[in-house]
């Protein structure tokens, strides 16, 4: 029956062992990524960061909980050049953390596959 | 001079850490001190630890240490007995104790120390409702036993800390840092780690003060070697699930979201509230500073001094402290007494 | 296990002479529970409780929907106050949560800001004539009915068991936000696990259940379920709600405040209709009660006439179990002998 709206949909963060097992895999992946203290020195200085939304450091957290969704499209804002890792007093490999959240959330994806991110510019 | 009054040169009320600590100095020094302890054991609160930050050393080792000072040194202890007031006259200081006792002494030493938060306090954490909140004492009687279960007698799957209880909470009067809690909490969660490596554990934080030495590195090491997960909220709510956990909602500050989950065991970081003894005698003598604790002259170079002569102070009846700069506060008390003690008596 | 240490949290209740006020809302959706709870003072407790004629709204739809500018709402209060004063009476029972919540805060207004006290008497005086005392005890009928449970018990004829096992009816409890959270102190067992309630259930045999959700709002709101628009958002703390009690089963809801018992009411209905989802099992619904009518059933008044007939969720499967008497065929004749129009049935919520 339709009563004129819909019915709220929950926006807590609510763990699952599926998310579990993929931050899990993650950190094996790329162990320095345990080390992150949050400090947002990655952000500040990201060049993608600068004239989009991008933002990587919530972009990790919210991949620790299990919350994937437009994950991938964001990552496509990231141009790879590396200043994050340089400043990152934690020593993260944020680079190849960045490499392996796209693999992790698009198993399709292939190095060298821009197709997605010009889509996205373009619209 | 009735059996019933006791003198000597220095009182220390006090058996903990710094009580110890000052009336061995000083009675090795040659000054004669008798040392006051409420409790009938010393070091109380060091001994419902089980290890200490940053070294993991033994907490029972530390307290066998200093009762082993004590007991070889020419201080006149008393347990058991508590001082229930004192006064000033005439240059000396008269104490009652709890069985109507006076004890005289020229100098006394406030080593009263603090007590733990009363977790039920925060009655939306709901410690003494549900069986999985435990505060850190609680956890470190478990980790002594080397038992770590969740309600059902079951290794537990999860293990999730919250700072700050009692702590920075204008709700509970108290707008203070209770400074030990941070690194405790990062102790206990490799601690637990160690005991039951399969259990996730996530420790929910403020701020992470990691003020001393070595505690960064294990701040780092508890990330890095022991994959404990820090959460940036504070726990709003505990509650219990259908099938016993707790459930615990907090927003993680860092991605703006609120988050649910449950948990076996919920440790809340209990804090530090200035001692009941702290409390009576800081305010019988009228040093009473903030929150109850003891207020000193300066924090700067008079921070065993108080506006009453003769009267000192040490250790965490002052602020919360941990145990090795209360001990050095001891021996810094230790100094100032003696000089006083040369001034008074050459008078 | 729980530790009963909120019994620590008590507050002053009159034990007497009481100035009732009605509320806007509730002689409509539960049009037997003030009748009952005026019946149980006068006849059951033997007390003295005035039902004023010319009373009206304490402007608390209003109020809170940032509709009834303060002053307004304080010179209206302050006529309900020279009501009570003009009456003989000192001790003022609001029957709705809200109004208790707005009472209780322009007394406290006052407190702190005395030239607001002075201004609103000046108001009131220049456009009625009228002037007033300020309450000694404002008391919401659930505290009094909490005050008396045990009297109460005594004349009930029914306990809160259900008669086929022998065991404790499995209750939820929910209270108004505006009952406590505005000052936890108002409230008998403070904000976060207030007794009231808790307390007659207790008391009268039942078993409350204390599951995750239980302090969670029912989302009624004021703003928020008046435009339709913003209703999803109302409907999904009312959800949120019912999913997490679902597991424990409960025979059924009661509530003191008239928003709270009205949604979680009528929202099943709603999801029952959206969703095809039920709470319980077996497609009715959970019944959600009034205190008044938990109270009156359990003393053994005619369900029709506490007009349970006129919840949605219906009450005849909990009547059962606790083994309550009633005529089928009154369930649709009125109070004064007329036959009331059969409503509508449902799609998907049995009833």
Redesign the interface.
């Known amino acids: 029956?339709d009563?004129?709206?819909?019915?709220?949909?929950?926006?807590?963060?609510?763990?699952t062992e599926a998310g579990?097992e993929q931050l899990?895999q993650l950190?094996e992946q790329v162990?320095t990524f345990?080390?992150?203290?949050?400090c947002g020195g990655c952000t500040a200085t990201c060049s993608a960061g600068q004239f989009t939304d991008f933002n990587i450091?919530?972009v990790h957290?919210?991949y620790?909980?299990g919350?994937y969704k437009e994950l991938d499209e964001e990552l496509q804002k990231c141009m790879l050049c590396g200043k994050c890792t340089l400043v990152c007093p934690?020593g993260v490999n944020l680079r190849s953390l960045i490499i392996h959240l796209r693999k992790a959330l698009n198993k399709d994806h292939q190095p060298g596959d821009y197709q997605h991110f010009i889509r996205n510019n373009n619209r | 001079m009735s059996d019933r009054t006791t003198t000597a040169q220095v009182a220390v009320i006090g058996g903990g850490p710094a009580g110890i600590e000052a009336a061995c100095a000083l009675s090795n020094n040659g000054i004669r001190v008798s040392l006051f302890e409420s409790e009938p054991v010393l070091a109380h609160n060091v001994g419902n630890k089980f290890k200490l930050f940053p070294d993991f050393s033994s907490a029972s080792e530390l307290v066998a240490t200093l009762s082993h000072k004590l007991s070889g040194s020419h201080v006149s202890v008393h347990l058991d007995t508590e001082i229930v007031s004192m006064e000033q006259k005439g240059g000396l200081w008269f104490l009652t104790d709890n069985y109507g006792h006076t004890h005289e002494a020229v100098a006394v030493l406030l080593a009263t120390g603090y007590d733990v938060f009363d977790a039920r306090r925060k009655e939306e954490l709901g410690y003494g409702i549900y069986k999985g909140v435990v505060t850190s004492i609680d956890l470190e009687s478990m980790l002594k036993a080397g038992k770590l279960v969740n309600v059902l007698g079951e290794q537990p799957q999860c293990v999730t800390f919250l700072q700050c209880v009692g702590s920075r909470d204008e709700k509970i009067g108290n707008h203070y840092c209770s400074k030990v809690c941070c690194v405790t909490a990062v102790k206990q969660a490799i601690e637990v780690k160690k005991l039951s490596p399969r259990t996730d554990v996530f420790l929910f934080y403020m701020d992470l003060r990691m003020w001393g030495q070595g505690f960064e590195e294990l701040y780092r090491e508890a990330q890095e070697q022991y994959g404990i997960r820090f959460v940036r909220g504070r726990i709003s709510e505990a509650a219990s699930t259908f099938d016993d956990r707790v459930q615990i909602k907090a927003e993680d500050t860092l991605v703006g979201q609120p988050l649910k989950m449950s948990t076996d065991l919920l440790v809340l970081m209990v804090g530090m509230e200035a001692s009941c003894g702290t409390k009576k005698l800081a305010s019988c003598c009228g040093v009473e500073g903030a929150y109850g604790f003891a207020h000193s002259c300066s924090p700067y170079l008079s921070d065993n001094m108080t506006d009453r002569q003769g009267l000192f102070l040490a250790g965490s009846c002052k602020r919360p402290m941990s145990v090795s700069d209360t001990v050095n506060d001891a021996r810094s008390a230790a100094v100032g007494i003696a000089d006083y003690l040369k001034t008074a008596l050459s008078n | 296990m729980m530790k009963r240490y909120w019994n620590e949290y008590q507050k002053e209740i009159a034990d007497d002479k009481f100035f009732y006020e009605r509320s806007c809302i509730r002689q409509t959706f539960f049009p037997g529970s003030e009748a009952a709870f005026l019946k149980m003072l006068r006849e059951e407790l033997g007390k003295d409780i005035y039902d004023e004629a010319n009373q009206h709204t304490c402007t608390g739809i209003g109020y809170h929907s940032d509709i009834v500018p303060l002053q307004t709402t304080m010179t209206v209060v302050a006529r309900l106050f020279a009501l009570m004063t003009e009456a003989g009476y000192e001790n003022y029972v609001p029957s709705c949560v809200t109004s208790f919540g707005v009472f209780t805060e322009m007394v406290e207004m006052w407190k702190h800001n005395p030239e607001l006290l002075e201004k609103t008497r000046k108001i009131l005086y220049d456009t009625t004539g009228r002037t007033f005392e300020i309450p000694k005890n404002i008391a919401h009928p659930s505290d009094i009915i909490y005050k008396f449970r045990y009297d109460l018990k005594q004349k009930m004829k029914y306990q809160l068991v259900n008669r086929f096992t022998g065991k404790p009816l499995r209750v939820v409890e929910h209270i108004g936000c505006h009952y406590a959270k505005i000052f936890p102190k108002a409230g008998v067992g403070n904000a976060e696990f207030p007794y009231v309630l808790a307390g007659m259930i207790e008391a009268w045999g039942g078993e409350v259940i204390d599951y995750p959700e239980r302090r969670h709002c029912c989302g009624f709101g004021f703003r928020q379920y008046l435009v339709q628009e913003n209703r999803g958002y109302s409907i999904a703390n009312s959800k949120k709600k019912f999913e997490s009690m679902e597991p424990y089963e409960p025979d059924f809801i009661v509530a003191n405040c008239p928003g709270c018992t009205m949604f979680l009411d009528k929202w099943q209905y709603t999801i029952a209709e959206m969703e095809n989802k039920t709470y319980d099992k077996n497609g009715y619904g959970i019944p959600v009660l009034s205190y008044e009518e938990m109270a009156g059933l359990l003393l053994g008044y005619d369900p029709w006439k506490l007009g349970l007939q006129l919840h949605q969720v219906q009450a005849e499967p909990l009547l059962n179990k606790i083994g309550i008497a009633y005529d089928p065929n009154e369930k649709f004749t009125g109070v004064s002998g007329k036959i009331l129009p059969r409503p509508e049935k449902p799609h998907n919520l049995l009833v």
């Not at chain 1, 009563?3 to 763990?15: C, D, L, M, Q, V």
């Not at chain 1, 345990?34 to 949050?38: I, L, P, S």
């Open positions: 029956m009563f004129g709206f819909t019915i709220s949909k929950p926006r807590s963060i609510e763990p579990r899990l950190e162990p345990r080390r992150c203290m949050n450091r919530k957290n919210l620790r909980w919350q934690r």
